[in-house]
């Protein structure tokens, strides 16, 4: 059992680059969400998809910040031109098709924009 | 707009104690409702999921409970063990089975 997988698991960037990160659910689970959660507080959702289907993004999803997953399986998250605000756990869950009411997460990807 | 709360925002306990854990929701047309635990640094792992028909799920010593009229979960944590020491997030799924909504955590401190 792999588990949900996310890298990197740290990054450290100067404000105003790009990064793109990945994250890999477990095989064959075809939903797949991202969300954002900065320090002390909860998650904040981004965005979903259903195999390579984006169906929801949310309003925090900048024009910086686009999604993809284009076999339906593994997804990036890119942010352009990070500014300082940025700065925070990105995190990645996965739901089978059978079970869509439980996500499994991922360790998160913590972004640091200097 | 679905809101979700949590109380308290921090608790400390010595170990052995029993502790409940609040959450409360502002809409009550929810598909279900899961803990979660996260520990510091890390990523989310679920304890417990209760479908909106359910009034509580049982795992070990712990106990969640679900009143969706009143837009209330208690987290009931038996015999706390310093392990348990991490932050408790609820969370919601409205009813479009889709996105998570979630509440800001508890975190909890047990005390050898």
């Known amino acids: 059992d792999t588990g949900v997988s996310q890298n990197p698991r740290h990054k450290i960037t100067k404000r105003g680059q790009n990064v793109t990160f990945r994250c890999d659910p477990i095989s064959e689970h075809n939903r797949l969400y991202w969300y954002r959660q900065t320090l002390g507080q909860g998650p904040e959702f981004l965005t979903y998809?259903?195999?390579?289907?984006?169906?929801?993004k949310s309003r925090l999803l900048s024009d910086r910040f686009s999604a993809e997953r284009p076999k339906g399986s593994f997804s990036t998250l890119e942010i352009q031109r990070t500014e300082q605000g940025d700065s925070a756990m990105y995190l990645c869950?996965?739901?089978?098709?059978?079970?869509?009411?439980?996500?499994?997460f991922g360790p998160g990807t913590r972004l640091t924009v200097l | 707009k679905q809101e979700v709360t949590q109380i308290p925002a921090a608790l400390s306990v010595p170990e052995g104690e029993n502790l409940v854990l609040n959450c409360s929701f502002t809409d009550s047309a929810i598909y279900n409702l899961q803990w979660f635990r996260q520990d510091p640094g890390k990523g989310l792992t679920s304890l417990l999921l209760?479908?909106?028909s359910q009034r509580e799920q049982t795992s070990g010593r712990l106990n969640a409970s679900l009143d969706k009229s009143s837009g209330r979960s208690t987290l009931y944590i038996a015999a706390s063990q310093p392990g348990d020491s991490a932050t408790y997030l609820c969370a919601v799924k409205g009813g479009n089975n889709r996105k998570l909504i979630w509440g800001l955590g508890t975190s909890l401190a047990v005390n050898p």
């Open positions: 998809f259903q195999n390579e289907a984006q169906l929801e």
């Open positions: 869950a996965s739901s089978p098709r059978e079970r869509t009411d439980t996500q499994y």
């Open positions: 209760i479908q909106s």
